[in-house]
């Protein structure tokens, strides 16, 4: 069985205008002046409909007196156009009614389920206004009405707008207009008056007989990455200062609209410029290894400079130069930025194989970029994947962490430390390496640098670095030692070409901590006028300041009515030697006698000592809310007498 439920709820629809298109004023220009009147579907969309409309009143002024339109399938919104005809007739003010006549619901056979014209919304008042006014209508040159400039690169320029007269030109007119923001448009295409434009309200004087006025308006330059940004100009309002006004007032072509729109072009690249954003290493190149995965992808960051605004796409390929296409891959690809993304990464595998090769080179292109940004200066990065596979095995150290203190006394064990170099199972040949500390330990490390030997089928060997004494201060300090080949057919693993030798902090590098002479007797109340009721406590740290520290301090006795905090940790960090501790005091309504308190530094980080002699501050808290009474004098009895 098939029910059938038919359409209701005014499912093809309910016809009238649109509520802002029931009552216009419109003007009779020096040609036709076209407007347009929205009708409305509302409720449902269904079918296709065919509306009647007719006209009545001057018609002679309007054209055409009467017409159809048409909705489709969904369609809410229907125009219908007519034409203000030109006569160049002077008119008073003269009316014309649209009326929605019938509408025909296309292919539907029960007309009870038919769109219906809304009565209410059934006809719409045109009011066309007097014309031929001889001290003219005023309004924006039609070249002015939307104006596209670029912005200034250093200093401010001006463009120029130009205000017609049109109809009658006798009189003198002033012409008011005031600059606006585009409140309509996203903030981000909104420019700003005072930075992006000089804010403008003034007039300019039409004299007798003009029909051109020119506005000036300054641009103004900014470093600021910035989308299309515009503002308006709004003729406000018309002014006659000199003749009859018998014959009228001068008018405004469009009142209340009569707007010019200035866009600002993009600028300073608000979209980004693309490029790479990598270091080159020797001969101007990036390295790359052949090592087992996940280790072998390299990834090449691409930066996203000056603006971030906007969803990007940008295109790369690889180009083998002395490598092969079999040596890393993908060959191609494509990366993107999201909305106020400044980086992006390209991923490039290495591929590994058992042929034993030299070093290899590719170079990686930025291509093109989609999303209106461009490319930089840095659009292309040239690989270099070192020789690999040697028979004579690869070289590492065995570990890449060490540590070591400064010699106490001569021959410390503590202060030496002894590295270690392997060579790969199934290496075999004679090779030499160098090895090299960076420059920035020759006051604390020896030798600086050094050659190992390896024999035929020597597996191993070991070299020995010296920490120096000295009398400075210090903290923790690291320093790499690195390898390298001493001839061209030797291989480093580059996951173990470089070790960290770390010296150990100086004892007492942390330094000691205690309470500054000048807190050691502090004073603190209960908030009271300007006073909040705050007392500070300054802590010194010395004669090391090397590290992050922390300590640790308490009041007693702990009254948790008389301090918000009677607890707390202090961090100091690396080379800092001062810092605070804030104390506040609870207000309240109960009366107080003074009473004293101990803040004591209780522990601190290992390695930092707290100083017994400065390790307290004597607290006292001043007397409150008067706990021995108030006293006042009363007269007596004959005294009053």
């Known amino acids: 069985m098939t029910i059938v439920v038919p359409a209701n709820d005014d499912a093809h629809g309910v016809i009238g205008f649109a509520e802002n298109f029931m009552s216009m004023e419109v003007e009779e220009l020096e040609q036709n002046n076209q407007i347009s009147l929205s009708v409305e579907r509302k409720r449902g969309t269904f079918g296709r409909l065919t509306v009647h409309w007719a006209a009545d009143g001057s018609l002679t002024d309007i054209y055409p007196t009467s017409g159809v339109v048409t909705f489709s399938e969904g369609q809410h919104l229907a125009i219908i156009s007519l034409s203000v005809i030109a006569d160049g007739v002077p008119e008073l003010r003269e009316s014309v009614t649209v009326t929605l006549m019938d509408v025909t619901t296309v292919g539907l056979q029960d007309l009870r389920q038919a769109a219906v014209i809304d009565k209410q919304r059934a006809q719409a008042q045109l009011t066309i206004l007097p014309n031929g006014s001889p001290f003219g209508v005023i309004g924006w040159h039609l070249d002015s009405q939307f104006m596209l400039t670029k912005e200034p690169e250093k200093t401010p320029f001006n463009i120029t707008l130009s205000i017609v007269r049109e109809q009658g030109s006798s009189g003198q007119v002033k012409v008011h207009y005031q600059t606006k923001v585009a409140l309509y448009l996203p903030p981000s295409n909104q420019a700003t008056a005072g930075l992006d434009f000089t804010p403008r309200d003034d007039a300019v004087i039409l004299t007798d007989g003009a029909t051109v006025a020119l506005v000036t308006l300054t641009i103004l330059p900014d470093d600021v990455p910035e989308l299309a940004e515009s503002f308006l100009v709004n003729i406000s309002g018309v002014e006659l200062i000199q003749g009859s006004e018998v014959a009228g007032q001068p008018s405004v072509k469009r009142p209340g609209m009569e707007v010019a729109e200035v866009t600002i072009s993009e600028n300073d690249d608000p979209r980004g410029i693309l490029q790479f954003n990598v270091s080159d290493g020797f001969g101007g190149t990036v390295t790359a290894y052949e090592i087992p ?349």
């Open 293 to 641: 995965s996940p280790d072998n992808i390299l990834y090449l960051p691409v930066a996203r400079l000056a603006g971030a605004l906007g969803r990007l796409v940008v295109y790369w390929k690889a180009e083998a130069l002395t490598a092969d296409f079999k040596d890393f891959s993908p060959t191609s690809g494509n990366i993107s930025f999201q909305d106020g993304q400044r980086e992006a990464m390209i991923a490039v595998t290495i591929l590994d194989d058992e042929s034993a090769e030299r070093e290899e080179t590719f170079r990686v292109e930025l291509l093109r970029v989609i999303g209106g940004a461009r490319l930089g200066g840095m659009t292309s990065v040239t690989i270099s994947i070192p020789s690999n596979d040697s028979p004579l095995g690869r070289f590492g150290f065995q570990g890449l962490e060490f540590q070591v203190s400064e010699p106490e006394r001569e021959d410390d064990p503590a202060a030496q430390v002894t590295l270690t170099v392997v060579r790969s199972e199934g290496g075999e040949g004679a090779v030499t390496l160098l090895w090299q500390l960076e420059e920035q330990a020759v006051d604390d490390l020896s030798p600086l640098n050094g050659t190992l030997v390896f024999t035929e089928a020597q597996t191993l060997e070991t070299f020995t670095i010296q920490a120096l004494p000295d009398s400075a201060l210090e903290g923790e300090e690291r320093f790499n030692v690195r390898l390298f080949p001493a001839e061209t057919d030797a291989v480093i693993d580059p996951l173990n070409a470089m070790a960290t030798i770390t010296i150990r902090a100086d004892r007492a590098a942390l330094g000691i901590i205690g309470v500054a002479e000048a807190s050691r007797n502090i004073l603190i109340g209960e908030p009271r006028g300007d006073y909040d009721g705050s007392a500070v406590v300054h802590l010194v740290r010395g004669p090391g300041v090397f590290g992050e520290v922390q300590v640790f301090w308490n009041i007693t006795p702990a009254v948790f009515s008389e301090f918000e905090t009677f607890s707390g940790t202090v961090t100091m960090r690396d080379r800092q030697s001062e810092a605070t501790i804030t104390l506040k005091a609870r207000d309240d309504d109960l009366p107080e006698e003074r009473r004293e308190y101990l803040l004591t530094l209780t522990s601190a980080t290992p390695g930092l000592d707290i100083s017994h002699i400065s390790k307290h501050a004597k607290i006292t808290m001043a007397a409150s809310d008067t706990p021995f009474g108030s006293f006042l004098l009363r007269p007596t009895r004959d005294q009053a007498a």
